[in-house]
C-alpha cells in the first residue's frame, strides 16, 4: 500500500520537474515547482516525518515560492529570453545528469547508497517533533547554529544591498 | 484483503470529511445574510428585506445569479491559471478542516459507538493549518496575473506581500501558544486550557493577552478583511485580484474567503479560549460543541463588527504594523514566554 502511494508521489514528483526546466513560461514553471514540492512533502510523510513534512509546505511551498513568483512578476522575465537561457547550457546539463545518475544507480545497485532507519521505533517517532527538537538542540547545535548565521547575514546583506542602491539613486537624482 | 474494522474506520473519515465539507459548502449561505444584515444595522439602515422574511432568502437569490452569469475570462488571459486559481484558493481553505477539533468524542446513540469530532489529530496540527492556509495565498497571486490586467496583477502583488508579512506575526503568536501549553497537536492545546476560564491561555498573564492581540491582527491581515483589505481596495485598484472574475469563479474565491474567516475564528477560540471547555461550571448539561461553535460565532460577529466600524489602512501603514510593531512586540513577548515557562 505504501509504495503505491510512494511511487505515485514518486512519479508526479519527477515529471514536474522535468516540466519545470522545460515549460517556457516562468510562471507555469514556477507552479510546477510548487506541485514537485508538494509530492517532497508527501513522500516525508510516508517516511514518518509529519514535522518534515509540514515544515517543508510552510517554507518551501508556503514562503520561498510566493517570494520567487513576486519576483518572477516584478521582473517580468520574457518568454523568449527564459528559453535562449536553455539554449546554450542544454549539452552539458544533459551530459551532467547523465553522469550524476549513473554514479547514483551505481553507488545504489552495489549497495553502498543507504539510509538506515537509526535507533528509533516506531512510538518514539509518533513524538516525531520532539525528537527533532532534541537531536537540534544537543547533537547538532553546532552545525544549528553556522547554519542560524548564515542566514542572519544573508538577510543583513540583501538589507544592505537596498540601501546601498537607494542611497546612490537618490544621490543621482537633481 | 483488508479486515472489516479498518474498512469501517476509512468509512468513518471519508463520512467526516463529507459532513465538514457539505458544511463549509453551505456556511457563506448564512454568513453573507448575516453580514448584510450587520451591515444594514451599524448603518441604521434594513439590510436585505425584500426577498424572503427578512430578506432571509436573498443568499439563494445571489447563488442563482451567480449560477447564471456569465462566465467571462478576458483577451489574452492565461486560461489555464485563470481557472485553476479559484481552485487553488478554495481547496487549501477546506483542506485546513482537517487538523481542526469541534470536539472531544462523543457517543452515538444507535451503534453504540465513540466517534471523536476531528478528522485527524495530528501532532503537527498547528503547522500543518498554518502551512496549508498559506497556500491560498497562490489562487490570488495566480488568479491577478493570470487576468492579464493591471489591476488584477497590483492586487495579487499586494496580498502576496501583504501574506508574506504577516504570517511571520502569526506564526510567532502560534510559537506562543505551542510554548504556554507544550504542545503542537490543537486537541492537546484545548485539554491544556480545560477547567474554568481562568485557565485559558488568553488569561494566562501577562503575556497571553499580548499574542491573542497579535494573532488577532494578523489573522485580519490574512484573510484580507477591513482593515487589511489593501488587496481588493475599490478605491485604487477597482476590485483587486478578482477584477476580472464572473460568475461561479467570482463565487469560489468568496467561498474561500468566507471559510478562511471560520477557520481564524474557530482557531482563536482553540488557541486561546479554550475550544469546547465551558467558561465556568454549569449545572445544566450542555453539549461540549455548543461553547465552540458559540464562541466562533462571536468571532465571526466581531470581524464583520469590525468591517463596518473602522477604515482601511494604507498600504505603508500596513507594512509598518506588520514589520515594525507586531514582529518587534512578538519577539520581546516570546522572551518574557520562554522566562515564564523556565
Known sequence: MEQIFFYIFAVIAVVTAIAVVSVRNPVHSALYLIVCFLQVAAIFILLRSPFLAAVQVFIYVGAVMVLFLFAVMVLDVGKESFSEHMHSQAIPAVITVAGLLAVAVWLISTGSLTAPLGPYTEEALSKNTEVIGKALYTQYIFPFEVVSLLLLIALIGAVVLVLKDKGRGAGRRP | MPDIATLLQVLLIVVKVGVV???????????????????????????????????????????IKLLFKEDIVPYKADKLLFNLAPLITMVPAFAVFVAIPFGDSVMIPFINKEVTLYISDMNVGIL??????????????????????????????????????????????????????????????????????????????????????????????????????????????????????????????????????????????????????????????????????????????????????????????????????????????????????I
Open chain 2, 128 to 341: 500543518y493549518i498554518l502551512a496549508i492556509s498559506g497556500l491560498g495565498v497562490y489562487g490570488l497571486i495566480l488568479g491577478g496575473w493570470a487576468s492579464n490586467s493591471k489591476y488584477a496583477l497590483l492586487g495579487g502583488l499586494r496580498s502576496s506581500a501583504q501574506m508574506i508579512s504577516y504570517e511571520v506575526a502569526m506564526t510567532f503568536a502560534a510559537v506562543g501558544v505551542v510554548m504556554m501549553t507544550n504542545s503542537l497537536s490543537l486537541v492537546e492545546m484545548v485539554k491544556a486550557q480545560s477547567g474554568s476560564f481562568l485557565s485559558w491561555n488568553i488569561f494566562y498573564l501577562p503575556v497571553g493577552p499580548v499574542w491573542f492581540v497579535i494573532f488577532l491582527i494578523a489573522g485580519l491581515a490574512e484573510i484580507n478583511r477591513i482593515p487589511f483589505d489593501l488587496t481588493e481596495d475599490e478605491g485604487t485598484l477597482a476590485a483587486g485580484f478578482h477584477t476580472e472574475y464572473s460568475g461561479m469563479k467570482f463565487a469560489f474565491f468568496m467561498l474561500a474567503e468566507y471559510v478562511a474567516m471560520v477557520t481564524i475564528s474557530i482557531l482563536a477560540v482553540v488557541m486561546f479560549f479554550g475550544g469546547w471547555n465551558a467558561p465556568l461550571e454549569v449545572p445544566v448539561p450542555i453539549p461540549p460543541i455548543f461553547w465552540l461553535v458559540a464562541k466562533a460565532a462571536a468571532f465571526i460577529y466581531f470581524f464583520m463588527w469590525i468591517r463596518f466600524t473602522l477604515p482601511r489602512y494604507r498600504y505603508d501603514q500596513l507594512m509598518t504594523i506588520g514589520w515594525k510593531i507586531l514582529i518587534p512586540v512578538a519577539l520581546v513577548n516570546l522572551l518574557v514566554t520562554g522566562f515564564m515557562r
Open chain 2, 21 to 63: 465539507t457539505m458544511i463549509l459548502f453551505g456556511l457563506p449561505l448564512p454568513l453573507t445574510w448575516l453580514e448584510r444584515k450587520v451591515a444594514g444595522h451599524i448603518q441604521v439602515r434594513l439590510g436585505p428585506w425584500r426577498v424572503g422574511p427578512h430578506g432571509l432568502l436573498q443568499p439563494f437569490a445571489d447563488m
